[in-house]
């Protein structure tokens, strides 16, 4: 079955750096886009970026300022989110997705803790 794992998430401080890893099994994966959505407490989840499959086509989300930076390794079936100089508001449940014809698939999330 469809599977996507994500890890690296944790507490930064504000200005450090971190990158998350999406793991996923059970589908063709270079056959398919890949999504990060985040969600901060109280807020709805929102795009943040998605990368097509051979990771040539990038799009971020507008509030991203070139902080983050989505990249893929098909060899491994893993997609990364790096997000540099984090922010208090980068808070959030960081969740890897992707939708296999009209099914959406996600992962169990990773948090995101930014404070000093």
């Known amino acids: 079955q469809v599977q996507l794992v994500e890890s690296g998430g944790g507490l930064v401080q504000p200005g450090g750096s971190l990158r998350l890893t999406c793991t996923a099994s059970?589908?063709?994966?270079?056959?398919?886009?890949m999504y990060w959505y985040r969600q901060a407490p109280g807020m709805e989840r929102e795009m943040v970026a998605t990368?097509?499959?051979?990771?040539?086509?990038?799009h971020y989300a507008d509030f991203v300022e070139d902080r983050f930076i989505i990249s893929r390794d098909n060899s491994k079936n893993t997609v990364h989110l790096e997000i540099h100089n984090l922010k208090p508001d980068d808070t959030a449940v960081y969740y890897c997705?992707?939708?296999?014809?009209?099914?959406?698939?996600w992962g169990q999330g990773t948090q995101v803790t930014v404070s000093s």
């Open positions: 059970g589908f063709t994966f270079t056959h398919y886009s």
């Open positions: 997705n992707t939708v296999l014809g009209l099914q959406t698939y």
């Open positions: 990368i097509g499959e051979t990771g040539y086509f990038v």
